[in-house]
């Protein structure tokens, strides 16, 4: 009796293919389908963002004020940093984990299919709403990503709209990390035990508790910034007794840790991809999951650092500056852990390698930079200048984006059937390493020599670097569009095997390419799986 | 599925948890500040001393005041700084004064400096405890009486107290300027 | 690319110094502290760039000598409990021997005891406001003039030529050689950040709060710095100066400020 109620599911399974029409996206609950939305959404967000980067180099280009005025520069740094936090990084890792990891654990789908659906269209309203206040009185948030109050209360009309926006990216936040936990912990392949479960999978589960942890404490500030607004409390208003400082506290509580949803993905991505393409087994596994455990725990307990021109007594500063440069020992054993697996291995350079190795390269100079923030007195220089523009961008461009990158080429002839064009990848991938470091390099030197961040002109001695970190910008916007090519054509390559390379390892490379829309509606045997290709 | 229900549910009532974290932070600042001195803040209620003089100690009191937002005020120490012994009661005196045509309500915010001295500084009365009321044109003198607490850490020497004014009608309105 | 791009910052660091106007590197500052400052920054710079070339160069010799195209063959190696104990416990000296001159110099920033001067700063959208406690000086100090004309949009004004262009403004803060000053800062609305780079200070100003730190400049000369904290649409132009002048022309500012400029003072209100 069960055995046929069963058949006759999986029957279903297999006639029931995609709705036709915008209702089979609208109505998705297909893992794959909702993957590529948020993946396309992200792209899209990207260049939303990037173009707001470009209206800021163009301004900083030369000094004197050419073409915006100063609140719309304002307005244009804040919504930079909203919209490629939280519209282009994050959703970009949350399209992956759908892709990929029930893919990589066999399982049929994420566990709560129409959570993924709502978790998803959550975001283009967020995004709509929070692009919308570009024309509202008042202009949009220009109070920087980071809505310190007092100041952010002076938002005009935008304002209940700004945090209006950002409940919604936090409850679809929320709602993307809670789906990817119970997937992760309850549809698992029966033999594959946790500690044996691929580094993606296990750096998303830490991330996603993370999520859990720190979004609704950025809800639970802004809500505060709302009704200090609109409804006489006086959390951080001085006045009724309030200090402006907690809410620094407070959103520096979710913000750290934010730091490493943004990061531990991408550590996740680039764990899978060094060991396909050395060849080789991941080196020290276990440890890597310890690094990444120990980065999360640390990284609730550091978030005044961002803090030290703020006021602190001796004893705060001492202590947030320790346990900040702790964060080195897990983040360096990531890398030598990479460096490792490479050590040995027979490598070949394909463009997901190419980006994995940009990006071990870069984001550890993004990590020195962190490090070299993280002496306290040192910071006093460093805060709010240039330096700290340079060191974010390091971890989060040549960092998250090009990890983000990396598994984009790596999965893409999984995802399509077919193998993208080889060579435009590199020149991508050249090209952008070129311009980014073109970019971001020189900021360091502005920042030591004494250009604060958010201005929108500058004195005449910061000139050639930021017209040089301009020229690199523009570069670094365009090379993008050779990505948007290749995916666009991505349906003409020649037909990719299964296996897709050489060296793949996991579940992934056991569904054919491209992957159909059911996948493991009986679950595989992992360890068979993993073993069939050692 | 029903292991996944019990899951989900666990993790939203995680994800609420830490909702209402989020506020409880804010009296758990208190406490913080209280203990660590962060953010200058002082007893907000009378204190209840004991006095016990160390007359082996001299520390320096200077007063600071500001007037926030351009509200219609005026607020003046009557001296810019007084020497204290440590463990003895002092009185002090503000003068505030209505600028505007119109009976205001203001309400003085006390800060200390450094951070390390604010809670040795004891007030034990003080006209920011309450918010103060004043007729049009008015100009009144304000008391102060502390104590600095001889457990005040020997590296410092001279201890800032700052009173910022704020118009109350104003920070109802929610009107930042 | 990077080992390129750090042996030019290197290069760039050494030439760098002598060139002054083509700043690369935080400056040495005039305090003892901003010197301090430096030296711990170079320090923790140059562990960085040692810690670079191991790893990197590890790496690089890995790219070029373990890849398929020469024949290698993958070893078969996963773990190893001393590698992991060793690139554990380097780090946590090495973090050590930088952590404890940062301490000491932290130490120090807090010692604000025995101070010459008091000055009261108190940051206003979009200017700063000076008072000295103990001498009967207040002022404003706002963007210069020139800089004030020429930075507006498509102003038709040369930036260039303007001299100290948004770094100018219309009245320094005067203070004397050698003297210990102390800055109480606070704003009149929303926060705000008092930087000056050769001093090696930067401290918020926050609304309803009292923060303290102080300076003790060696040399005579005119120090420049920028509001650090995002404070509105003119957070770009709310500049610093500070002269630092030898005690007898100090004393002589004061005496022409208390006779003639409090009326200026208050005029600026
Ligand atoms: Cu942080
Ligand atoms: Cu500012």
Same mark, same amino acid.
């Given at each position: ?73 304002? =307005? ?132 996603? &508790? ?85 980065? @999360? ?122 193998? &993208? ?114 | 599925?029903?292991?996944?229900? =019990? ?123 309450? =918010? ?39 920070? @109802? ?5 | ?130 008072? &000295? ?103 770009? &132009? ?32």
């Amino acid at each position: 009796m069960s055995s046929t109620v069963a058949d006759a599911l999986d029957h279903e399974h297999d006639d029931h293919g995609p709705t036709k029409g915008i209702g089979r996206w609208l109505f998705s609950t297909n893992h794959k389908d909702i993957g590529t939305m948020y993946l396309i959404f992200s792209l899209t967000m990207f260049f939303i963002g990037g173009a707001m980067a470009m209206v800021i180099r163009s301004e900083l280009a030369v000094p004197g004020l050419q073409f915006v005025h100063p609140e719309f520069f304002n =307005s244009m740094t804040t919504m930079h940093a909203l919209i490629m936090v939280f519209g282009a990084v994050m959703p970009a890792f949350v399209g992956l984990a759908n892709w990929m990891i029930p893919l990589m654990i066999g399982a049929p789908d994420m566990a709560l299919p129409r959570m993924n659906n709502w978790s998803f269209w959550i975001l283009p309203v967020a995004f709509g709403i929070l692009l919308s206040t570009l024309l509202m009185p008042g202009g949009a948030p220009a109070s920087g990503w980071t809505m310190y109050p007092p100041l952010v209360l002076q938002t005009g009309d935008a304002f209940p709209f700004l945090i209006f926006s950002v409940h919604l990216m936090g409850i679809s936040s929320i709602m993307g990390a809670i789906n990817v936990i119970v997937t992760i912990i309850n549809m698992r392949a029966p033999d594959m035990s946790l500690l044996k479960m691929p580094m993606f999978v296990w750096m998303w589960l830490i991330t996603a &508790y993370l999520l859990i942890a720190v979004m609704p404490v950025l809800a639970g500030a802004v809500t505060m910034l709302l009704t200090d607004q609109f409804f006489g409390t006086s959390f951080f208003l001085a006045a009724g007794g309030g200090d402006p400082v907690m809410f620094q506290h407070i959103f520096w509580f979710f913000g750290h840790p934010e730091v490493y949803i943004m990061i531990l993905p991408a550590f996740g991505v680039v764990s899978e991809i060094i060991p396909t393409f050395s060849r080789k087994k991941l080196f020290g596994h276990d440890s890597m999951v310890y690094a990444g455990s120990s980065i @999360a725990f640390l990284s609730f307990i550091v978030w005044a650092h961002h803090m030290f021109t703020v006021g602190m007594p001796l004893t705060g500063q001492m202590f947030f500056m320790f346990a900040t440069m702790l964060i080195a020992v897990p983040t360096g054993v990531k890398v030598f852990n990479w460096v490792a697996t490479m050590w040995r291995g027979a490598m070949t350079f394909e463009t997901p390698m190419l980006f994995s190795l940009g990006f071990v390269f870069l984001f550890t100079i993004g990590g020195f930079s962190g490090l070299m923030l993280a002496i306290a007195p040192a910071d006093i220089q460093y805060h709010d200048t240039y330096f700290v523009v340079a060191h974010f961008h390091y971890v989060l461009v040549p960092g998250s984006v090009f990890a983000i990158m990396a598994g984009a080429y790596y999965w893409l002839p999984k995802w399509t059937g077919h193998m &993208y064009n080889e060579t435009l990848g590199k020149a991508h991938f050249w090209l952008s390493t070129i311009f980014v470091n073109l970019t971001f390099f020189p900021m360091h030197f502005l920042g030591l020599a004494g250009m604060p961040r958010r201005i929108p002109d500058y004195s005449t001695q910061f000139a050639d670097f930021n017209t040089i970190a301009s020229i690199g910008a523009f570069g670094f916007g365009l090379s993008q569009l050779i990505f948007v090519w290749i995916v666009v054509t991505a349906w003409r390559g020649e037909k990719a095997t299964d296996r897709v390379w050489e060296g793949s390892h996991g579940l992934e490379w056991t569904v054919p390419s491209p992957a159909p829309w059911h996948t493991f509606t009986t679950p595989p045997k992992a360890r068979i799986a993993q073993e069939a290709f050692e | 599925m029903h292991e996944n229900r =019990s899951l989900t549910g666990r993790l939203l009532v995680l994800a609420a948890a830490m909702f209402g974290f989020g506020f409880a932070l804010v009296p758990l600042y208190d406490v913080f500040c209280e203990i660590t001195g962060f953010g200058g803040r002082t007893n907000a209620t009378a204190a209840v001393v004991e006095e016990a003089p160390d007359l082996t100690r001299e520390i320096r009191i200077e007063f600071m005041t500001t007037v926030n937002s351009y509200a219609p005020f005026e607020l003046s120490s009557d001296v810019s700084s007084m020497t204290v012994n440590p463990g003895k009661m002092y009185f002090a005196t503000f003068t505030g004064k209505n600028l505007s045509g119109e009976n205001k309500i203001a309400v003085a915010r006390p800060s200390v400096a450094p951070p390390a001295a604010s809670e040795h500084f004891v007030k034990i009365e003080c006209f920011c405890f309450e =918010s103060q009321e004043f007729a049009a044109g008015e100009e009144r003198a304000m008391p102060l009486q502390f104590i600095v607490d001889p457990e005040l850490p020997d590296y410092v020497d001279t201890i800032t107290l700052g009173y910022t004014f704020y118009d109350t009608a104003r920070a @109802a309105a929610n009107n930042p300027l | 690319m990077i080992r390129k791009s750090f042996l030019s910052l290197m290069g760039l660091l050494a030439t760098g110094a002598a060139q002054a106007d083509w700043a690369l590197n935080m400056p040495r500052g005039v305090t003892e502290l901003s010197a301090e400052t430096y030296d711990l920054h170079m320090m923790v710079f140059w562990w960085c760039v040692a810690i670079g070339i191991v790893v990197f160069g590890v790496m690089i010799i890995s790219l070029i000598k373990h890849r398929k195209s020469k024949g290698a063959t993958p070893a078969t190696f996963t773990h190893s409990m001393t590698a992991e104990i060793v690139w554990t416990a380097i780090p946590v000296v090495i973090l050590l021997i930088m952590a404890v001159p940062a301490a000491e110099t932290m130490v120090k920033l807090e010692d604000s005891r025995d101070p010459d001067i008091s000055i009261v700063v108190t940051a206003y959208q979009w200017k700063w406001h000076y008072k &000295y406690q103990d001498e009967d000086i207040a002022f404003y100090s706002s963007l210069a003039r020139p800089s004030m004309d020429a930075r507006r949009k498509q102003s038709g004004v040369d930036p260039n030529a303007v001299d100290n262009y948004l770094l100018d403004v219309d009245r320094p803060v005067v203070v004397p050689k050698g003297a210990k000053v102390r800055l109480l800062l606070t704003s009149n609305d929303v926060v705000h950040s008092w930087w000056v780079p050769d001093l090696a200070i930067k401290k918020d100003a926050v609304p309803g709060i009292v923060n303290e730190t102080w300076f003790r400049a060696e040399e005579t000369g005119t120090y420049r710095g920028q509001c650090a904290e995002l404070c509105g649409k003119d957070h770009g &132009y709310m500049p610093i100066v500070v002269e630092v002048v030898e005690p007898d022309a100090y004393q002589a500012w004061v005496d022409t400020r208390k006779n003639g400029d409090v009326a200026v003072a208050n005029a600026a209100k």
